[in-house]
């Protein structure tokens, strides 16, 4: 992901979210609908910037569970955005990056 789309993505979501629960919601992107989690701690303001955390769950996990371990409490603490994207579903693990370590890894390359 490139810097611009960086930017793009964390003004779009701090321009649509104000609350202190999570969210889920998706983005567009060339490789397809992609779904991702954010937390906006209650202290949020615009006219103060806040840090932006990218969480990544691990193979096999979601999203959902990965949210879960104290991210809102930190978020809430240190004023900071936190953002969990989903990985995408894969035949062996169940859920996995498209980093190319994923179901496509341990498939055979046609000859």
């Known amino acids: 992901m490139t810097k611009k789309s960086i930017l793009f993505l964390f003004l ?3 321009g649509i979210f104000y609350s202190q629960q999570w ?3 998706t983005l567009q992107h060339s490789s397809g ?3 991702y989690s954010i937390y906006v701690p209650s202290n949020y ?3 103060n910037p806040a840090s932006l955390v ?3 769950h691990g193979l096999g996990d979601t999203m959902n569970n990965f949210r879960n371990i104290g991210f809102a409490a930190l978020a809430e ?3 900071i955005i936190v953002i ?3 990985a995408l579903n894969d035949p062996l693990s169940g859920t ?3 980093s190319g370590a994923g179901y496509s890894f341990y498939t055979p390359m046609p000859t």
């Open 12 to 14: 779009l979501i701090t």
């Open 96 to 98: 996995a990056w498209n």
């Open 33 to 35: 609908l992609r779904e």
């Open 23 to 25: 969210q889920t919601a």
């Open 77 to 79: 603490t240190n004023n």
């Open 45 to 47: 303001n615009s006219q």
């Open 54 to 56: 990218i969480t990544l």
């Open 84 to 86: 969990c994207p989903q």
